[in-house]
């Protein structure tokens, strides 16, 4: 089978001091799909999402062992900038967080970082980068606007689209839609559909139903291990693992 | 290994409401299979009469079943094996309701045949109602017990019974060729065991959901011989 993997992980233990949050977990993410990873809280899910950016290192005490595979490199190989690891896995959270500042502004602010200038490439930036996340036709007038302004679903749209004007390759997404009323939940799943023509998508959610409905992959979590992964209609149809079954059918605890 | 249960309790009960009623519609469909045989086996037309009155109280738990099963898809959104029983539960439902309504063409053949007197001694006839009551009882054992191999032996049945039949009909036939007299009474037993052949075919489509309950493979046009 040819690899189309985007991100591969190899035995990656992760530690929360002496706590082990992360045991042994190999798996691959392919490229343009969604895979999704469910599993309980404190299954160990945001923790192996995090550590794909390196977010997870900015708390103290975190130790990260094996590797995390990207673009046929070690993302935790001393050499490597996180930095730019972050631009290239871009990441959105539970709750919108726009910066308190335009939405032209918002979109633009991680790119002038980065070198990226002058108004007509920024302008342009700005546009497709809303395009990409069905923001455009809602917002093209009030630009120099407040983001605060916009609704809860527009605003993580916005900053879906934040994520995508540092074209990033991977896209990280943790429970993007927890906080968000159901329009706002299908709006932003039919764009998901959409940006995984383009990009890479993992996403964790506690809607089991909303992995189901938008994910090719799933990986099923428990206490820090990957116990299943593999085509999410096979997951929710005739899982392999007994613990799989219990979680989604609904037999907790 | 010990099944867990839903933490919802109530979804739990859902579920075991919809096995506990389609059982028993298995049971009542089971009866009226016997009753109509032996109505015609005993010319017992009231007997008869019964089993066609009786088959409402099928067609109400047919529509229950579904009804349940429906609302159970849209309330719940089951997963894996709630969703390959509730799947099954349908289809299984569906046989079931059909089975019942064979079984009333029986009795009406039966008070038919009753009001003349017998073409000859019937001795395939019941030996192919045995085997296919059996079939019935073993599909619907096979989906209590999630036994996959009682389901394949159900398969293999069938091809017995559907010999019966052919054998029953040559036998009627050279009675009609002999006396035309006969024609129409031997038509009526060939029906009869033509609804028991169908009885055995949705007791062999009762087995195939079955083993697609256990596996999540889809056997139905499937011999029964292969590997799954």
């Known amino acids: ?253 | 290994m010990e099944e867990k249960i839903h933490t919802s309790i109530q979804y739990e009960r859902e579920l075991q409401d919809i096995k506990e009623t389609l059982l028993y519609e298995g049971a009542l469909v089971e009866h009226a299979i016997h009753r109509a045989m032996r109505s015609l086996l005993e010319r017992d037309s009231d007997l008869a009469r019964t089993v066609i009155a009786e088959d409402e109280k099928i067609n109400a738990l047919d529509e229950k079943i579904e009804s349940a099963c429906i609302r159970l898809l849209a309330l719940r959104q089951p997963a894996a094996r709630d969703l390959r029983f509730i799947t099954t539960t349908i289809k299984v439902n569906g046989h079931l309701e059909r089975m019942g309504d064979l079984a009333v063409n029986i009795a009406n053949r039966a008070l038919e045949l009753n009001e003349v007197p017998p073409v000859k001694p019937y001795i395939d006839l019941p030996r192919m109602a045995d085997l296919t009551r059996e079939m019935v009882r073993e599909s619907l054992d096979a989906l209590v017990r999630e036994d996959r191999d009682l389901a394949v032996a159900v398969r293999k049945k069938d091809e017995i019974v559907d010999n019966l039949n052919e054998q029953i009909f040559r036998e009627l036939l050279t009675f009609m060729l002999e006396d035309s007299k006969t024609i129409h009474r031997a038509l009526l037993i060939t029906q009869i065991s033509k609804s028991l052949e169908r009885i055995s075919d949705h007791a062999e489509g009762i087995a195939k959901m079955v083993i697609y309950m256990i596996t999540g493979k889809i056997v139905r046009h499937r011999d029964p011989g292969e590997a799954i």
């Not at chain 1, 970082?113 to 930036?125: D, H, M």
């Open chain 1, 1 to 253: 089978m040819q690899n189309n993997n985007v991100i591969e992980t190899k035995n990656v233990n992760f530690y929360y001091g002496d706590f082990k949050a992360l045991t042994d977990v190999t798996m691959p993410f392919q490229r343009n799909r969604v895979t999704a990873l469910i599993g309980p809280s404190g299954c160990g899910k945001s923790t192996l999402l995090r550590l794909i950016n390196r977010m997870n290192e900015l708390i103290a005490g975190t130790r990260v062992e094996g590797e995390i595979i990207f673009d046929g490199k070690n993302i935790y190989a001393p050499e490597i900038d996180p930095v730019e690891v972050r631009r290239r896995i871009g990441m959105v959270f539970q709750k919108p967080n726009p910066f308190p500042k335009s939405i032209f502004n918002n979109i633009t602010y991680g790119p002038r970082l980065s070198g990226t200038n002058g108004k007509a490439a920024l302008e342009a930036l700005v546009e497709h980068s809303l395009r990409q996340a069905s923001l455009w036709d809602e917002v093209k007038d009030i630009l120099h606007q407040s983001a605060m302004m916009l609704s809860g679903g527009q605003q993580q749209r916005l900053c879906i689209a934040r994520a995508l004007a540092m074209k990033p390759e991977v896209l990280l997404m943790d429970e993007p839609t927890s906080a968000l009323d159901p329009i706002s939940t299908a709006k932003i799943e039919e764009l998901i559909e959409e940006l995984k023509k383009e990009y890479s998508i993992i996403i964790v959610t506690h809607n089991m139903q909303q992995a189901a409905r938008i994910s090719d992959f799933t990986g099923f979590f428990y206490i820090g291990k990957l116990i299943e992964y593999n085509l999410t209609e096979k997951i929710f149809t005739t899982p392999a693992v007994k613990q799989t079954e219990d979680y989604i059918t609904g037999r907790f605890g």
